[in-house]
């Protein structure tokens, strides 16, 4: 479904990404992982339009997205959520939802003026779609209050729902977890897999090892702007690079 080939990303003489290559094939949870400053969310970055790469391609279903603005990338099935959280802090948890709608409605300004039968329909459905996300998400009950008054955990699943407003093929989750308690990030993780049963593939970025091996089917580790690893969580954990880059060399 996604394919990166030989993609860097410089800043000025700084290699934040050197060359990397990934496939992340359709229908699959694939995890990235990697210590801080690795490169991860200047990845994500490229991949999801808000940044481009200096150099190689980047395809989504065999279309190049890597020239793309993030609005046109969004258009052809791919949604993200961000490390730090960008929810419309004065718009209620329905309303953020309803706004990420915007790309599955056709009804015009014209439409609503005029009273057309169908825009009141489709009002009806984004609605009704709108609900069934929160409640997926368990945030029904916080319908109605501002994202700026929920909880951390919370504004996390409102972020994520809201990304599956967009009806993604491809969802990319940085961090989704960060600031969650135990049982949240289990709850968190279950949503993941209920994700993969719906037919949605997932790129998720996390620190929580423990959740990567919940969910993850494969897992990409990236060190220094490189592909260090690649393999099943448990071949990831046991290889010897990894644990020297998450922890340290022994002297």
């Keep these: 479904m996604l394919t990166l080939q030989r993609v860097s990303r410089n800043f000025g003489g700084l290699a934040a990404l050197n060359a990397v290559d990934m496939i992340i094939?359709?229908?699959?949870?694939?995890?990235?992982?990697?210590?801080?400053?690795?490169?991860?969310?200047?990845?994500?970055?490229?991949?999801?339009?808000?940044?481009?790469?200096?150099?190689?391609?980047?395809?989504?279903?065999?279309?190049?997205?890597?020239?793309?603005?993030?609005?046109?990338?969004?258009?052809l099935g791919m949604a993200r959520t961000y490390q730090n959280i960008r929810l419309f802090n004065e718009m209620t948890a329905l309303q953020n939802i309803l706004v990420a709608q915007h790309q599955q409605g056709h009804s015009t300004l014209l439409h609503s003026l005029t009273q057309w039968p169908g825009h009141w329909a489709e009002e009806k459905w984004m609605r009704q779609r709108a609900m069934t996300l929160l409640d997926q998400l368990g945030l029904q009950q916080v319908q109605h209050v501002l994202a700026s008054n929920l909880s951390y955990g919370d504004q996390r699943r409102l972020e994520i729902a809201r990304a599956l407003a967009a009806d993604p093929q491809l969802i990319l989750l940085d961090e989704p977890t960060a600031g969650m308690n135990a049982i949240e990030t289990e709850q968190v993780g279950q949503q993941i897999l209920a994700m993969r049963e719906r037919g949605i593939t997932v790129l998720v970025v996390e620190h929580d090892m423990a959740l990567i091996a919940q969910v993850c089917d494969a897992v990409y580790v990236l060190n220094f702007g490189q592909i260090l690893a690649y393999g099943t969580p448990p071949e990831v954990k046991q290889n010897p690079e990894v644990i020297e880059a998450y922890l340290g060399k022994e002297t």
């Design 25 to 75: 094939p359709k229908g699959q949870v694939i995890g990235l992982i990697g210590p801080n400053g690795a490169g991860k969310t200047t990845l994500l970055n490229c991949i999801s339009g808000l940044d481009h790469p200096t150099s190689g391609t980047i395809t989504l279903n065999n279309k190049p997205i890597h020239r793309r603005g993030a609005h046109r990338i969004t258009a």
